[in-house]
C-alpha cells in the first residue's frame, strides 16, 4: 500500500521485462460443464445432494491437483451442474482428468466429510475428441451401478459482453395442492446434437404465481458462448423439497438477440403434457423481460493498466484459543526452522499481491487480543504505533507480528466486525474506481460477532473491497463457510448483500496431501485459491457502480498514486 492507507499504487510486470523464452500459449480455453446419472442414494430421509471435484494432473506432475468444484444441488440423483470449469487445452500435452463426486452432509469444505459417490478417469483430449465433445461414462469406485457422469468440452468464446437480466412472471399455473406454486427459472443453451447445457438457475420465490426474480448478471460467452442466435431454454419450475421431483410449470425458446433487441419482451410459458392434452391450451403463464442490458466487460488487467491501486491489510487473530505461543503445540509458535501455519498463509498472499503495490507499506492489524496496558482490543496495529499501521513489506508485517506476540497476552473473543469496519471506512472514501481494498483475515475459529459480522460484510459488499479469510488449525470452520456465499448472497436483518466478497479457504486443505510435503508447492497453490475471486470482484464492483478503465499513464515511469497518511 501507498503511503497513503488507501493510496497504494498498482503496478504491473517491471519494465523491460521479456517474456520467458520458453513459455507456451495455450492453443485454446475450453468450458467443461458436468451432469451426472443415476447417482447412488446415501441419505436416508431424502435424496442424495452431489457436488462434482474436478482434479488435473499435467504433463510434468506428479500428483493430481484440485481445479475446483461445482455448487451442490440438493435432493436429486440426476444432477446438471450450473457451474463450469474453464481450463487451457493444450493439443499436445497429455492431460489427465479426474471426476470425483460427492454427497454433500456438512457444510465443512473438507471432503472427509461428505459420502463418496464415484469418480472417473479421462483426458482432457478424450473429452474433446469425442463426438460432439460429449463423454459419458460410468462412475467407478463403489462398486456396480453407481450411476453414469457426463462431461461436456466447448470452446470459450473471446466475447466479453456481459448480460444483465432481470425476468418476471404473470399468472403461473398452480402446482401446489394446498398452496400456490414456489416458481423458480433455469437457463440452458441449446447444443448442436439437440441437448441442453444449464447456465444460470434463479432463487426460489415462495408461494406467487406472480413472482419477480432478482436481477442478475451472466456473461454472454456462460449463457451462449457468444453467440446471439444460439437457442436459450427458459424453463420454469414449481420447488419441491425433494429435489429430483420439481414440476415443470412451462418452458420457452428464444435467443439472446431476440432478448436484448426488445423483438421479444413476453413469452408464453409452455407444458407439453396440458398442450397435448386439450386443443383449447393457451399458456401456463407468461414471462416478461423487465430488463435484457448489454454491456462489455472491461478485464481486470484493463483497470490495472489504467492506474488501479490495490490496497492490502492483514488482520491476525491473537485470541487463546490458538494456544502459548512459546507451546510447540500453538498455532503461533514460532519455530526457527519453519514458519508456523500463520506466517506462511500471510506470507504465500502478500508475496503475489505486494506485486501490485508501488511503495508496499502494509498496513497489519491484530484484534481479540490483551494489549501491555490492560485493555483487550479487536483493533490494534502491530507495529506498535498508535497513530500509523504501515509496516514496510511483507517482511515488515512478519517482523511485527512476532514482536506482537511477545508483547501481548492471547485473550478473545473472535470479533471480526472492527477490522472489516476499519478497512470499509476507508474504501468508502475512494468509490471512483481509482482503489481498490484487499483485508486478509488469519484466524483460528468460531467467530463470536456473527450478527455485526454479516452486517459489516452486508454494508461493506457496496465498496470497492474484497475480504480473504484463511482458516488456521484444525477447528470446526461451518460460520466461515456461511460467509463465503458462492451459491446465495449473503442478507442481513432483510437487506441482501450488493456482491459477493468473502472467499474462505481453511488452510489445513493445502497441507500435505495432494500436495505433497513442499511447502513452497502448497503455499503456491493456497494463493491461487484465496486470490482467484479478487480479479471478477474487482471488475464486478466497477461494472455495477458504471466505471471504466481509465487510459494508461502517459509514462509509466510516473509514480501512480499521492497521497497523505490516512488511519
Known amino acids: 500500500m501507498a503511503s497513503s492507507y488507501g493510496g497504494g ?13 520458453a513459455a507456451v500459449v495455450p492453443a485454446t480455453k475450453v468450458e467443461v460443464s458436468v451432469s451426472c446419472r443415476s447417482l447412488l442414494d446415501k441419505d436416508v430421509l431424502s435424496k442424495s445432494d452431489p457436488m462434482c471435484v474436478l482434479y488435473m494432473k499435467s504433463m510434468g506432475q506428479e500428483n493430481f491437483h484440485e481445479v475446483g468444484r461445482t455448487e451442490m444441488l440438493k435432493n436429486t440423483l440426476n444432477p446438471d451442474f450450473a457451474k463450469k470449469f474453464v481450463l487451457d487445452y493444450y493439443f499436445e500435452e497429455l492431460q489427465k482428468l479426474q471426476f470425483k463426486v460427492y454427497d454433500v452432509d456438512s457444510q465443512n469444505s473438507s471432503l472427509d466429510n461428505q459420502d463418496y459417490l464415484g469418480s472417473m478417469d479421462c483426458t482432457l483430449g478424450e473429452i474433446v475428441g469425442s463426438s460432439g465433445g460429449r463423454l459419458d461414462k460410468p462412475l467407478q469406485g463403489v462398486g456396480r451401478n453407481a450411476g453414469n457422469i457426463i462431461v461436456r468440452a466447448e470452446e470459450v468464446s473471446s466475447c466479453n459482453d456481459m448480460v444483465i ?20 427459472l433455469v437457463f440452458s443453451r441449446r447444443n448442436d446434437d439437440g441437448s441442453t447445457t444449464v447456465v444460470h438457475r434463479t432463487e426460489v420465490i415462495k408461494k406467487n404465481l406472480n413472482p419477480k426474480w432478482r436481477s442478475f448478471n451472466i456473461r454472454a460467452k456462460v449463457l451462449c458462448n457468444g453467440d446471439y442466435d444460439r437457442s436459450i431454454v427458459i424453463e420454469c419450475y414449481d420447488y419441491d423439497r425433494d429435489g429430483s421431483s420439481h414440476d415443470l410449470i412451462g418452458a420457452s425458446q428464444t435467443t439472446l438477440k431476440e432478448l436484448s433487441t426488445g423483438s421479444c419482451q413476453q413469452f408464453d410459458l409452455i407444458n407439453p403434457k396440458k398442450k397435448a392434452k386439450k386443443s383449447s391450451y393457451k399458456n401456463s403463464g407468461v414471462l416478461t423481460v423487465v430488463q435484457c442490458k448489454i454491456e462489455q466487460e472491461h478485464t481486470f488487467l484493463e483497470f490495472i493498466k ?89 517482511s515488515g508485517v512478519m517482523d511485527a507480528y512476532q514482536r506482537t506476540l511477545a508483547a501481548v497476552q492471547l485473550y478473545g473473543p473472535t470479533n471480526f466486525a472492527p477490522v472489516i469496519n476499519h478497512v470499509a471506512k476507508f474504501a468508502s472514501a475512494y468509490r471512483d474506481g481509482s482503489h481498490y481494498f484487499v483485508l486478509l483475515i488469519l484466524t483460528d475459529g468460531v467467530i463470536t460477532d456473527m450478527p455485526q459480522t454479516l452486517q459489516s460484510i452486508v454494508s461493506a459488499s457496496s465498496l470497492p473491497m474484497s475480504i480473504i479469510i484463511v482458516g488456521i488449525g484444525n477447528a470446526e470452520f461451518d460460520a466461515m ?39 513452497a508447492v502448497s503455499q503456491a497453490y493456497l494463493a491461487k485459491e484465496v486470490l482467484a475471486e479478487v480479479p471478477d470482484q474487482v471488475t464486478g464492483y466497477m461494472r455495477k457502480n458504471g466505471i471504466k478503465p481509465r487510459p494508461p499513464p502517459a509514462s509509466e515511469a510516473e509514480p501512480r498514486g499521492s497521497s497523505a497518511p490516512m488511519w
Not at 503496478?11 to 520467458?20: A, E, L, V
Not at 504465500?348 to 490483551?370: H, N, T
Not at 448472497?489 to 500436495?515: H, T, W
Open 9 to 21: 499504487g498498482s503496478m504491473g510486470p517491471p519494465m523491460g521485462s521479456q517474456p520467458t523464452p
Open 165 to 184: 437480466m432481470q425476468i418476471e412472471g404473470h399468472k403461473l399455473d398452480k402446482k401446489d395442492f394446498f398452496g400456490k406454486s414456489d416458481p423458480f
Open 306 to 394: 489504467g492506474g488501479l491501486q490495490l490496497n492490502f491489510t492483514v488482520a491476525i487473530d491473537f485470541t487463546a484459543s490458538n494456544g502459548d505461543p512459546r507451546s510447540p503445540e500453538s498455532l503461533h509458535y514460532i519455530n526457527s526452522y519453519q514458519m508456523n501455519h500463520y506466517a506462511r498463509a500471510l506470507f504465500a498472499v502478500g508475496e503475489i499481491i505486494q506485486d501490485y503495490d508501488s511503495d508496499k507499506m502494509f498496513p497489519a492489524l491484530g484484534f481479540g487480543a490483551r494489549l501491555p496496558n490492560g485493555t483487550v482490543s479487536h483493533e490494534f496495529f502491530l507495529n506498535g504505533n498508535p497513530q500509523n499501521p504501515y509496516c514496510a513489506g511483507i
Open 481 to 519: 463457510e456461511q460467509l463465503d456465499s458462492d451459491d446465495r448472497m449473503l442478507s442481513c436483518n432483510g437487506k441482501f448483500a450488493e456482491r459477493d466478497i468473502v472467499q474462505f479457504v481453511p488452510f489445513r486443505d493445502f497441507v500435505g496431501g495432494r500436495y505433497g510435503s513442499n511447502l
